[in-house]
């Protein structure tokens, strides 16, 4: 599927569908095995920004694509900008009556609430978060992201040398704080004398100004920190930009990210959405889904380069630190068998 | 002797007017040749053309006995004409010299050489008797240096036919006649002298020989000598014209207008009005004369309220306004003819009703708790338009559409109306032609006799002498003397007007 | 705390803040100068960084990235020229149009050119080269901050006495300035106010398309929408501030880039973002009131007054 | 003004001409036009994109929702031209919209009481803020000498900043990820009418302000004197006009219409006020062009508002069906403005040049008074 949009996108999303995919078939092997052609389907996708911003809304594109080409139907990809694009798109969708409308991110997820309650014959599923009480047809996926993030600091807590860590994160959000809090927090359980630090690039986009991100990371690099997670989205760009300039190591998100400033991105913080999306829709199209579904490390559905099979080819520093990735290996398994927990800082 | 300009068949339109109809005119070499007219006569179009500054619908003009059409100012410099335009057109902020050198700059490796070129401005002015310092800079200087460095920049390209647009209007009787002196020597330099004006003395004292233009036809040919004024004024106006009256006296009332030891800061913080004090009484009309720049236009706008009063007082009506708002001092009586009738006067997006209507628009007869009473306000404008014979169309047309009589007819109109005790009339028929410069005086003198105050800055000496019931005399911020129109000639208060009396402490 | 506020690395933040500034801004201080109110400078930087990226990605060469960068700054200049010499539009209302334009067109062509939304990097955009001077650059402090830029960030630098010399030196900048004084007292000289006037545009139309092209190619290299992000508005306040005068343009330019790097440095130090983001445009604030005197022709313009 | 037609012309071609005299008909024909070569060089269908437009701005829900963005546009538009009219350039809409904006929708979410209260006491609220924001450039202006076109712009960052900060540190709903306050309980929202399918009530608030705007400038001495002093502040002031003290009211005015417009963006559609959101639509922006293309004549801004509405609901349309994107509907917008404001005409193409008065952007509003 990534042969079409080859030159046009950027290398990302293409070279991380392969081992995302794998690391999400591993654990859900059981819906995806349901080959047979069924019932032409039809799906629209709404994302709330333009999908070139976040490699996370282009991963919800292909999942909904995935099932829309594996099952012989449609899909739609609606993308807004503002609040009330988002009311037309979503309104849009409801008006061509799809088998399933697919929204993504917190930022939608009161609309989602709002508008599958008001359609209760309409299917609505939700990615990365959920309201307090989904009405039956919706269905909502969430991330535990700050597992894959503690285990980014577990790596950062044993490379950093100057003992300090920090992150550049996009926007002063609660949600941001599964990143760069449980990445300190993982970085302070290998060693607990580590300082962190923590800087925000918003302005006019913050998800999409690498040039900020840029300024930013070299001025947080130049305060002392060694490693530095990239919660910048479509700003990531200019963090790694200032890695490889400046010398310091850093850490993308959702998606490999390693090749984009190889030697300086030590691992990536994965959220595997494109198949968390097509197994949420194909539990929802055969009438199996739940009202929440939860993905973490467990599910497969976060995780980081380390723990994938295609670490080797990955082009993460991590890989080069096989000390580092049976340490990893083995604290991943404790959050799996419940030995070790994780703080949300969301509600935790 | 062969002709060193011709113009034949000249014809410019605009829209809906025709500014320069079939225009014949030959000018000889060496002669100073008067161009006169009305307003709108054609004059400036005639001249822009000439000048490459607009393309003439028809006709051509020879130059040296060659056709010559330019199709810019550059073209016609060098084609060795020179124009000093009827609004100067210098740099303020630049030098005497940048402003004469500009474009024909002395350089020394691609850069601006600047001794070079205030050398040889120096050199020019020093031939000619053109007294002007070419480091100074253009904003700081009076007037009448103003139009010498105009002169300048025509005779550093050598020009050998000179244009000059109506170059008296702003200068006293002493400059104009160190400038008549400039232009006779040019002349004899054997330089030909092209001379707008409307001023009919002028003509006489200066010219070989008159064209005139009516409504954009050349309609006489004139040899000076064998002329006279009212011959030439009937060929401007085509009518009879009696060109001497003063009007009669009359005795003045209560003093309406009091100001005491008023100071005033202008642009660029200069100080402007010095300790200037003055009274205007009911049934007078006082008129200040001054060489533009001496305090005149800053003295007013304090008594306006457009400008702050640094110290000293003003009082209308025994009111003190000093620091009243403007609305305040129209409320206790006060009306204003300003000098920028385009600029400040007027609005020229705005309708002419709209126009008649400001500082009126507050008035019980026109509004009621903010909401117009709109019928009342059209009557208002259509009783002007008549009474003043405001030549416009729809009342709703924006006053864009006047020419310059008829806008400053808008303005005489609006503040007259206002039936106020003390009105303020700041050159109020510059550039005017005969008749309207009539129609307006004849207004000013009625409104005193029918008991009003009228306080008149003008440059223009004669109106000075025939409407003043006495005359001060500003310069450099002071006023230096009051003088009784009836016992002083134009040449007197010249000599007041540049300050001369001060070696002379009796005046 | 402070100790780690103030270091080279700062300096080298500083400088790249402020020379897509100093580029438009010097553009802008020109067209002011010809009299001609220039606050497109926005719109010109982004069509600039989006060309730019696109010339360097198509031919992967960052020379033809500029090439392409001030070509587009051009077009824009071009229409801001004849509206408002030509044709007398206003200035200010076509400034905004056209800022609102180049917005909307890179956000246009960037999916339909390039399939994305939003960002758009790839390996084959080539960027621009830091050109460290040998030796120069060694020095501590200075030598990172001044002698290690880019062909534009150079450039940036030399403009500001080159652009003063040709201003206020040769016979062009004295035509210039008297154009922009008076036009027409320059036009009866021979000295067409069109063509100074849309020379001054297009220049600043050049200078902005460098400016997006340093912030394409040269700043990151890649193109993000709406990536200019005020840059070209700070630049008219530059000019303003700077009263067009070259050497107190690149002052106000340095200030503002200088508030802009130290607000990142404070969040670090723990700052509240909101209060460092309003940072740089409260010291501009600042020092536009404490610079207050003579805005006239400013308030001229925009009061009708 | 009209131009007199100096050849009589068979009649459907003389009444083509006629209004594409017009010069607004003729920028948008001429906007359109651009935008269709646009379309067609990157490779699609111009008329399959300009049709999935128009129906995507008229039909189903893309009515209500064009209706529903028509009210933040003609809003600011109507903010905006209350100043521009008066000569005041102030380009502070959206720092007066977003301080507004909080400030009303704190009211709606803390005051206990019927939503007849609330409601109103919100919008009072939002509109002061916003006046009072709007009071910062002008009191810089009419004291400091500082052109209001800088600092309102300037002001903008620093209001987003303001609120961002009192949002995150103050008025943080902690249960939501974003940075955001609670919710607006439902009593205190904006009510909804039962026509084009639920249409804010803020729509007919909106539509009245537009004609309260209309009387206002044609009959009062207020209109009749700031409209004087956006023509030539000199000769307003030489009237006796106080053109400090109005540029003051109108800034007052245009600041009190940006905080109701920004509290009913979160009363009457997003119900929470999120950092950030409000600014990124643009709509101050929006609004801005619009009152431009209006010239300040209050029935043009609301069909202008309506117009540059649909144009991106509809441009939301052509993107999810025709896979053109919506930013097409910015281009045409500015383009418009563009070719107004350059005089761009018919006539230009018939190598005849008009007089001066002609196509003027500014002079749509002499006819008035
Ligand atoms: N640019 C123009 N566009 C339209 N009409 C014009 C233009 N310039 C001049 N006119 C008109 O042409 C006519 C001649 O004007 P011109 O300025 O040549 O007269 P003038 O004799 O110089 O008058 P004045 O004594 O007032 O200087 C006037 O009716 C004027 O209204
Ligand atoms: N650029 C222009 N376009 C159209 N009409 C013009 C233009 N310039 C001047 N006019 C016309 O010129 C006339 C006024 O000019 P006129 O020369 O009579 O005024 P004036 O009294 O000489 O003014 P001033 O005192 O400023 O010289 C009006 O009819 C006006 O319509
Ligand atoms: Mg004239
Ligand atoms: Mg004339």
């Known amino acids: 599927d990534s042969e079409d949009e080859a030159p046009a996108t950027t290398a990302a999303p293409a070279t991380t569908a392969a081992p995302a995919t794998t690391a999400a078939s591993a654990t859900t092997a059981a819906p995806t095995t349901t080959m047979a052609p069924e019932d032409p389907v039809s799906l629209i996708y709404v994302s709330p920004n333009p999908l070139g911003v976040n490699n996370f809304l282009i991963l919800g594109e292909v999942g909904t694509q995935r099932v829309a080409e594996r099952r012989g139907g449609t899909w739609k990809t609606f993308e807004s900008v503002d609040d009330s694009t988002r009311r037309a798109n979503i309104e849009a969708a409801i008006d061509e009556a799809p088998d399933v409308i697919v929204l993504t991110t917190f930022t939608l997820v009161e609309m989602a609430d709002e508008y599958s309650k008001a359609n209760p014959d309409q299917k609505f599923i939700i990615i990365d978060a959920c309201p307090e009480e989904p009405a039956p047809n919706l269905h909502c996926g969430v991330f535990r992201e700050h597992e894959g993030a503690f285990l980014l600091g577990v790596m950062a807590g044993h490379l950093s040398e100057a003992k300090q860590i920090g992150s550049v994160v996009a926007l002063d959000i609660p949600f941001f704080k599964r990143w760069w809090q449980s990445f300190a927090e993982g970085a302070q359980s290998v060693d607990p004398d580590i300082e962190n630090s923590v800087v925000f690039i918003a302005g006019d986009n913050p998800f999409s100004d690498p040039a900020r991100a840029k300024e930013l990371a070299l001025s947080l690099a130049a305060q002392g920190p060694d490693h530095i997670f990239a919660v910048g989205a479509g700003s990531n760009g200019g963090i790694f930009e200032a890695a490889a300039e400046a010398g310091f190591l850093s850490y993308g998100v959702d998606v490999n990210e390693c090749p984009s400033a190889p030697g300086y991105i030590i691992d990536n913080n994965l959220k595997v959405v494109d198949a968390v999306v097509e197994q949420l829709l194909d539990q929802v199209l055969d009438g199996t889904a739940g009202p929440v579904v939860s993905f973490g490390l467990s599910e497969g559905g976060t995780g980081v380069m380390a723990l994938q099979p295609g670490l080797a080819d990955s082009q993460c520093v991590i890989a080069d630190h096989p000390d580092i990735v049976e340490e990893v290996r083995a604290v991943a398994e404790g959050i799996i068998d419940g030995s070790i927990v994780v703080n949300d800082p969301l509600f935790g | ?507 | 705390m402070f100790d780690q506020l103030f270091d080279a690395a700062l300096l080298e933040s500083v400088v790249r803040a402020m020379v897509p500034i100093l580029l438009a801004a010097l553009g802008g201080m020109i067209c002011e100068r010809a009299g001609v109110f220039q606050i497109a400078m926005e719109g010109m930087m982004l069509a600039g960084a989006f060309a730019a990226m696109a010339g360097s990605y198509l031919a992967v060469s960052s020379g033809l990235g500029i090439v392409f960068g001030v070509t587009a700054g051009v077009l824009i200049s071009l229409m801001l020229a004849f509206g408002t010499v030509s044709r007398q539009g206003d200035p200010i209302v076509l400034g905004i149009a056209l800022n609102l334009m180049a917005l909307g067109l890179t956000g246009f062509l960037l999916p339909q050119i390039f399939g994305v939304r939003g960002t758009f990097r790839h390996e084959r955009i080539d960027g621009l080269d830091r050109l460290p001077i040998p030796g120069l650059s060694e020095i501590p402090w200075i030598g990172s901050v001044l002698f290690d830029q880019t062909i534009l960030g150079y450039l940036a630098f030399l403009l500001v006495p080159a652009i003063w010399l040709l201003l206020f030196r040769t016979p062009a900048g004295l035509r210039l300035r008297g154009v922009g004084e008076r036009p027409l007292a320059a036009e009866s000289l021979g000295v067409s106010p069109t063509a100074y006037k849309y020379g001054a545009v297009i220049a600043s139309g050049v200078l902005s398309g460098l400016a997006g092209t340093q912030l394409a190619l040269g700043n990151l290299v890649l193109f993000a929408e709406g990536m200019s992000a005020g840059r070209g508005w700070v630049a008219v306040v530059a000019v303003m501030l700077g009263r067009a005068h070259p050497f107190a343009v690149f002052g106000a330019s340095l200030l503002f880039a200088f508030a802009e790097g130290l607000g990142f440095r404070l969040q670090g130090n723990g700052l509240p973002v909101q209060i460092t983001d309003a940072l740089p445009f409260l010291v501009t604030l600042i020092a536009l009131i404490a610079a207050r005197k003579r805005f006239a022709r400013l308030l001229d313009l925009t009061t009708g007054g | 003004m009209a131009e007199t037609q100096p050849i009589q012309r068979s009649g459907v071609a003389a009444r083509i001409e006629a209004v594409l005299s017009h010069p607004v008909v003729f920028s948008l024909v001429f906007a359109f036009a651009l935008g269709w070569v646009i379309v067609y060089l990157t490779g699609n269908d111009p008329g399959f994109a300009y049709r999935e437009m128009y129906d995507g701005a008229i039909t189903g829900s893309g009515l209500r929702n064009t209706l529903g963005r028509a009210v933040p546009i003609v809003g600011m538009a109507l903010a905006v031209s209350v100043a521009f009219r008066a000569g005041v350039i102030n380009l502070g809409g959206e720092g007066q919209m977003v301080m507004g904006g909080l400030a009303g929708s704190l009211v709606a979410i803390y005051t206990p009481g019927p939503g007849e209260i609330v409601i109103p006491l919100a919008m009072i609220v939002g509109g002061l803020t916003g006046a009072l924001w709007a009071m910062l450039p002008a009191f810089g202006q009419t004291r400091l000498r500082l052109p209001i076109l800088i600092t309102s712009l300037l002001l903008n960052y620093v209001a987003r900043a303001v609120t961002g900060y009192l949002v995150r540190f103050h008025f943080l709903d902690d249960s939501v990820t974003l940075t955001s306050t609670q919710q607006v309980p439902q009593t205190a929202r904006m009510p909804r009418l039962p026509i084009f399918g639920g249409v804010s009530l803020s729509l007919v608030l909106v539509i009245l302000a537009v004609v309260v705007a209309w009387v206002v400038y044609r009959r009062t001495v207020a209109g009749y004197e700031t409209q004087m002093a956006g023509f030539n502040g000199r000769f307003a002031r030489y009237g006796g006009i106080q053109v400090e003290r109005q540029t003051v009211g109108v800034m007052v005015v245009a600041g009190a219409i940006g905080g109701v417009i920004g509290t009913h963006m979160i009363i009457g559609d997003a119900y929470r006020f999120i950092d950030g959101e409000l600014v990124v639509s643009g709509l101050a922006w929006t609004g801005l062009l619009v009152a431009l293309l209006a010239a300040n004549y209050p029935p043009m801004i609301l069909v202008a508002g309506l117009l540059f509405s649909g144009l991106q609901i509809g441009g939301l349309a052509m993107q999810r069906n025709a896979d053109v994107s919506w930013r097409l509907a910015q281009v045409l917008q500015a383009l418009v403005i563009v070719a107004v404001a350059s005089r761009l005409a018919f006539d230009l193409f018939r190598r005849r040049r008009r007089g001066p008065t002609s196509g003027e952007l500014e002079s749509a509003g002499v006819g008035e008074v």
């Open chain 2, 1 to 507: 002797m062969t002709a060193a300009l011709e113009f034949r068949g000249v014809t410019k339109r605009f829209p809906g007017v025709l500014a320069n109809d079939a225009v014949d005119m030959t000018v000889r070499a060496g002669e100073i040749h008067a161009v006169v007219g009305e307003n709108g006569a054609g004059k400036t179009t005639l001249m822009s053309i000439l000048f490459g500054l607009l393309p003439a619908d028809a006709g051509h003009i020879l130059v040296n006995g060659e056709p010559a059409r330019f199709a810019s100012a550059l073209d016609a410099i060098r084609a060795g004409l020179g124009m000093v335009h009827q609004a100067f057109r210098l740099f303020p902020t630049l030098t005497v010299a940048d402003n004469v050198v500009f474009r024909e700059e002395p350089t020394r490796s691609g850069l601006v050489d600047r001794s070079e070129s205030i050398r040889q401005v120096r050199n020019v002015a020093d031939r000619y008797g053109l007294a002007v310092d070419p480091t100074e800079v253009v904003e700081n200087l009076p007037v009448g240096v103003l139009q010498r460095v105009e002169i300048l920049k025509a005779l550093y390209r050598d020009a050998q036919i000179l244009i000059l647009d109506e170059p008296t209007a702003v200068l006293t009787p002493q400059e104009r006649d160190k400038l008549f002196e400039v232009i006779r020597l040019l002349r004899d330099s054997g330089r030909t002298i092209l001379f707008i004006t409307h001023k009919l003395g002028e003509v006489m004292a200066l010219s070989d020989r008159v064209t005139v233009l009516r409504d954009g036809r050349s309609v006489a040919h004139l040899v000076t000598a064998d002329t006279s004024p009212e011959e030439i004024a009937r060929h401007m106006t085509g009518r009879e014209v009696d060109l001497d009256r003063r009007a009669p006296q009359h005795s003045p009332g209560q003093a309406v207008l009091a100001v005491s030891d008023l100071g005033a800061t202008g642009e660029h913080g200069r100080l402007a009005v010095h300790e200037a004090s003055l009274e205007v009484r009911s049934g007078e009309i006082v008129g200040i004369a001054g060489v533009a720049g001496n305090g005149q236009s800053e003295l007013i706008e304090v008594i306006a309220g457009l400008r702050a009063a640094d110290s000293g007082s003003v009082h209308l009506n025994g009111v003190d306004i000093t620091h009243a708002e403007v609305s305040a001092r129209r409320s206790s009586g006060m009306a204003y003819v300003p000098e920028d009738r385009h600029g400040v006067g007027t609005s020229h997006r705005a309708s002419v009703w709209a126009n008649l209507l400001m500082s009126h628009q507050r008035g019980p007869a026109f509004q009621r708790r903010g909401w117009f009473n709109l019928r009342a306000v059209r009557k208002h404008a259509r009783s002007l338009i008549s009474a003043y014979d405001i030549r416009t169309g729809p009342i709703g047309s924006p006053v864009s559409t006047l020419s310059g009589g008829n806008l400053q007819k808008v303005v005489v109109a609006r503040e007259i109306s206002h039936g106020a005790p003390l009105l303020i009339a700041e050159q109020p028929t510059r550039g005017l032609d005969i008749a309207a410069i009539e129609f307006i005086h004849s207004r000013l003198i009625q409104f005193r006799n029918d008991g009003g105050a009228v306080l008149m800055v003008s440059a223009e000496l004669s109106e000075i002498l025939a409407l003043s019931t006495r005359i001060l005399v500003m310069f450099e911020g002071r006023i230096v003397v009051e003088l009784d129109p009836s016992q002083v000639t134009e040449a007197d208060v010249g000599v007041y007007m540049t300050g001369a009396h001060q070696e002379h402490p009796d005046g």
